[in-house]
């Protein structure tokens, strides 16, 4: 959800040359659960044809900042790695009940939206 509402956020905000977004997890699942797919698509998202993918650590060892949803991506991250790392603390939504899912939803979709705020006025963008 993060990832699709960051490359969201990117687009609106022309960003796309100051901001790249690699997404992964470290134990990743074999699907996107159904019930994040459904309500993705009421917030004009669909996630139906993704895959979830692990992320590598070459993958981390390129990038300034990672954001972890609850869990923490340290067993993934080289040692050599000095970059910034943030876990938002955010419930696994896989066999919640929708209206759970959509406060997860919601509460991923405004981080985002306070991360780029974040991001951008450090190098004076919007």
């Known amino acids: 959800m993060a990832a699709a509402f960051a490359a969201r ?3 609106r905000r022309d960003a796309g040359d100051r901001i790249g977004i690699v997404t992964g997890g470290t134990r990743p ?3 996107v659960h159904g019930v ?3 309500a993705m698509r009421e917030a004009d998202i669909d996630l139906g044809d993704r895959t979830p993918r692990e992320v590598t650590p070459e993958e981390l060892r390129a990038v ?3 954001v972890t949803m609850g869990c923490s991506a340290s ?3 080289p040692a050599t790695w000095n970059g910034e790392s943030r876990d938002w603390g955010l419930d696994d939504p896989h066999e919640r009940p929708i209206e759970e899912v959509r406060a997860i939803r919601d509460e991923i979709e405004g981080r ?7 991001l951008l006025s450090e190098t004076g963008g919007s």
């Open 64 to 66: 300034d900042l990672v």
């Open 29 to 31: 699942a074999d699907r």
């Open 75 to 77: 067993d993934v991250c």
């Open 9 to 11: 956020e990117r687009d």
């Open 112 to 118: 985002v939206v306070a991360l780029f705020d974040e």
């Open 36 to 38: 994040v797919v459904e």
